[in-house]
């Protein structure tokens, strides 16, 4: 166990964090809003260079993180517990699945649902687009882009997390997780700063961009559901009523706004993908479910290493697609990461892996088969339009999916009202990961806190979709994924270091133990000869 630091001492490095992080963010505002084409050009600039000569290592990087995932969900460590060796998960396992889930991805899937399988069967990376072909790729690599890869890389930053705070007795804090390298002296000073504000940043912006694509996901609702043009200004409203219902809910706290939040949040999602599925094309959903998964299984190595160093023209989609996500969820990572290290205490690694990585993995692929299968199947055999709807905006291709189906109006007012409850949810889990990365780790961060980053996420959203600065900031904040990719990788090895040397350390005694036994048994043999 580490030395806990005083109160003094915690509250002069989180006010340290705090303002480095507060000012770095009013500077790319004050960019954004003044010069958003420039800011525009030089995000993209540094985005394409970063794609293009370090692509692989995105690549390379989100594969190393599934297998090592994989290796502590089945190695002796798994069952080293997230906590004192007697404790109990802190939150039971439906709740607990429902507060990650929502965290994770839940906005992006409804986003993504349609919209992804869509452009790859318009954009195959090889092929001719608008086959059968296109079709079981466009499932295919849609189930690569929101499986196991992400919740990996979630799960690295997440384990660390909940191991070096609960197990070891540190602050909850992005540097805590390199200790070993560090030492627990040194984790708010210097390198220690630098990894809580990228943390604190990555949070910031990825939640901007997240509260933007949702605004615009529940303009879209609106506009099909009561004919309001889904304009900069509605979006920018939308933005505004759900911080101030986020910021209740922060207010409250985990066990009661986020935890019941999550909760509705999930039995709303499963209601609308019950009735999709039973809708829509249901037979064909099952097909293209069962072989999805069979497809997904049998091409993840070759798709997780794979990109197109002979030029064979597909360079242009890896960039835009895989190399593009795994920078994204990268750049989430510390907010997520946090968030799930933050309700996970009790935990064994096995259970945790189990839950992080498998859970949320099988739930997205029944998503992929049911809205994007759905979508897929009206665009290939019934000529639906869906595609023209997500060429022309990305967020009206869930409506117009819902639009074609018995009931729509059902289904899209349910579908904007789990949109809005996602919103919610992602804001008030940011707002506390903030408020924990600049408090010195507190895991019940100050309300003041709390609200204070709740407003300043939907303050950033709503000028940035005033401004038409939202797609920038997006690509600057995947920049940022490189830096904590080198970041994650210390920490996964830091990680390794200590769960081995606490199982070997924990196995002595046990081997002693052993060997004395064996050498009494052999002491009464020889007696008796």
Same mark, same amino acid.
């Given at each position: 166990?580490?030395?806990?630091?005083?109160?003094?001492?915690?509250?002069?490095?989180?006010?340290?964090?705090?303002?480095?992080?507060?000012?770095?963010?009013?500077?790319?505002?004050?960019?954004?809003?003044?010069?958003?084409?420039?800011?525009?050009?030089?995000?993209?600039?540094?985005?394409?260079?970063?794609?293009?000569?370090?692509?692989?290592?995105?690549?390379?990087?989100?594969?190393?993180?599934?297998?090592?995932?994989?290796?502590?969900?089945?190695?002796?460590?798994?069952?080293?517990?997230?906590?004192?060796?007697?404790?109990?998960?802190?939150?039971?396992?439906?709740?607990?699945?429902?507060?990650?889930?929502?965290?994770?991805?839940?906005?992006?899937?409804?986003?993504?649902?349609?919209?992804?399988?869509?452009?790859?069967?318009?954009?195959?990376?090889?092929?001719?687009?608008?086959?059968?072909?296109?079709?079981?790729?466009?499932?295919?690599?849609?189930?690569?882009?929101?499986?196991?890869?992400?919740?990996?890389?979630?799960?690295?930053?997440?384990?660390?997390?909940?191991?070096?705070?609960?197990?070891?007795?540190?602050?909850?804090?992005?540097?805590?997780?390199?200790?070993?390298?560090?030492?627990?002296?040194?984790?708010?000073?210097?390198?220690?700063?630098?990894?809580?504000?990228?943390?604190?940043?990555?949070?910031?912006?990825?939640?901007?961009?997240?509260?933007?694509?949702?605004?615009?996901?529940?303009?879209?609702?609106?506009?099909?559901?009561?004919?309001?043009?889904?304009?900069?200004?509605?979006?920018?409203?939308?933005?505004?009523?759900?911080?101030?219902?986020?910021?209740?809910?922060?207010?409250?706290?985990?066990?009661?706004?986020?935890?019941?939040?999550?909760?509705?949040?999930?039995?709303?999602?499963?209601?609308?993908?019950?009735?999709?599925?039973?809708?829509?094309?249901?037979?064909?959903?099952?097909?293209?479910?069962?072989?999805?998964?069979?497809?997904?299984?049998?091409?993840?190595?070759?798709?997780?290493?794979?990109?197109?160093?002979?030029?064979?023209?597909?360079?242009?989609?890896?960039?835009?697609?895989?190399?593009?996500?795994?920078?994204?969820?990268?750049?989430?990572?510390?907010?997520?990461?946090?968030?799930?290290?933050?309700?996970?205490?009790?935990?064994?690694?096995?259970? $945790?892996? *189990?839950?992080?990585? !498998?859970? %949320?993995?099988?739930?997205? /692929? #029944?998503?992929? +088969?049911? &809205?994007?299968? @759905?979508?897929?199947?009206?665009?290939?055999?019934?000529?639906?339009?869906?595609?023209?709807?997500?060429?022309?905006?990305?967020?009206?291709? $869930?409506? *117009?999916?819902?639009? !074609?189906? %018995?009931?729509?109006?059902? /289904? #899209?007012?349910? +579908?904007? &009202?789990?949109? @809005?409850?996602?919103?919610?949810?992602?804001?008030?889990?940011?707002?506390?990961?903030?408020?924990?990365?600049?408090?010195?780790?507190?895991?019940?961060?100050?309300?003041?806190?709390?609200?204070?980053?709740?407003?300043?996420?939907?303050?950033? +959203?709503?000028?940035?979709?005033?401004?038409?600065?939202?797609?920038?900031?997006?690509?600057?904040?995947?920049?940022?994924?490189?830096?904590?990719?080198?970041?994650?990788?210390?920490?996964?090895?830091?990680?390794?270091?200590?769960?081995?040397?606490?199982?070997?350390?924990?196995?002595?005694?046990?081997?002693?133990?052993?060997?004395?036994?064996?050498?009494?048994?052999?002491?009464?043999?020889?007696?008796?000869?």
């Amino acid at each position: 166990m580490v030395k806990e630091q005083t109160e003094q001492e915690r509250s002069m490095y989180a006010k340290r964090t705090f303002w480095i992080a507060l000012i770095i963010m009013l500077i790319f505002v004050v960019f954004g809003i003044a010069m958003p084409e420039a800011f525009g050009e030089a995000a993209d600039t540094i985005f394409g260079y970063m794609v293009e000569q370090w692509g692989w290592s995105f690549i390379l990087g989100a594969s190393l993180f599934l297998i090592m995932i994989v290796y502590l969900l089945l190695s002796p460590v798994g069952e080293i517990r997230l906590g004192k060796d007697d404790e109990k998960p802190e939150y039971g396992n439906f709740t607990w699945f429902a507060m990650l889930f929502s965290c994770g991805m839940g906005i992006g899937l409804l986003f993504w649902g349609v919209s992804e399988p869509i452009w790859h069967y318009m954009w195959p990376p090889y092929g001719e687009a608008g086959t059968p072909a296109a079709v079981h790729m466009a499932m295919r690599y849609s189930y690569f882009h929101w499986g196991l890869h992400p919740w990996a890389i979630y799960a690295v930053v997440a384990g660390s997390l909940a191991y070096f705070s609960y197990r070891r007795g540190l602050p909850m804090m992005l540097s805590s997780c390199l200790e070993p390298i560090l030492g627990p002296e040194n984790i708010n000073k210097g390198w220690g700063v630098v990894v809580n504000v990228i943390g604190v940043f990555a949070t910031l912006f990825g939640l901007a961009t997240s509260l933007g694509l949702g605004a615009m996901q529940i303009g879209a609702g609106l506009e099909f559901l009561f004919g309001i043009p889904s304009t900069n200004t509605l979006w920018v409203v939308i933005v505004i009523v759900v911080t101030a219902a986020a910021v209740i809910s922060t207010y409250t706290g985990i066990d009661r706004g986020i935890k019941w939040l999550s909760r509705i949040n999930i039995v709303v999602a499963l209601a609308l993908l019950a009735l999709v599925f039973i809708l829509g094309p249901t037979l064909y959903i099952l097909n293209s479910l069962t072989h999805g998964i069979g497809d997904y299984l049998q091409n993840i190595i070759y798709m997780s290493f794979g990109l197109d160093a002979a030029g064979e023209g597909a360079a242009g989609w890896y960039n835009a697609w895989t190399v593009f996500y795994w920078a994204w969820w990268i750049a989430w990572a510390p907010f997520v990461g946090t968030f799930i290290a933050r309700v996970s205490r009790g935990r064994t690694i096995r259970n $945790f892996v *189990t839950g992080v990585l !498998l859970v %949320p993995v099988a739930v997205s /692929l #029944v998503w992929f +088969a049911v &809205f994007g299968g @759905a979508a897929l199947w009206y665009e290939h055999f019934g000529g639906g339009g869906i595609g023209d709807a997500v060429a022309q905006d990305e967020a009206m291709g $869930f409506f *117009t999916l819902l639009e !074609l189906m %018995p009931a729509s109006a059902l /289904l #899209v007012g349910a +579908a904007s &009202f789990s949109v @809005a409850i996602f919103f919610i949810t992602s804001s008030d889990s940011g707002t506390y990961v903030n408020g924990m990365l600049t408090s010195g780790g507190n895991p019940n961060p100050p309300v003041q806190l709390r609200i204070t980053w709740g407003v300043l996420e939907g303050a950033i +959203a709503a000028i940035l979709l005033f401004t038409g600065g939202l797609g920038a900031l997006q690509t600057a904040s995947v920049v940022g994924g490189f830096p904590f990719m080198i970041v994650m990788f210390l920490m996964l090895y830091c990680l390794m270091k200590s769960l081995f040397q606490e199982r070997a350390e924990g196995s002595l005694p046990l081997e002693k133990a052993r060997i004395n036994a064996a050498l009494e048994e052999l002491k009464q043999e020889k007696g008796k000869l």
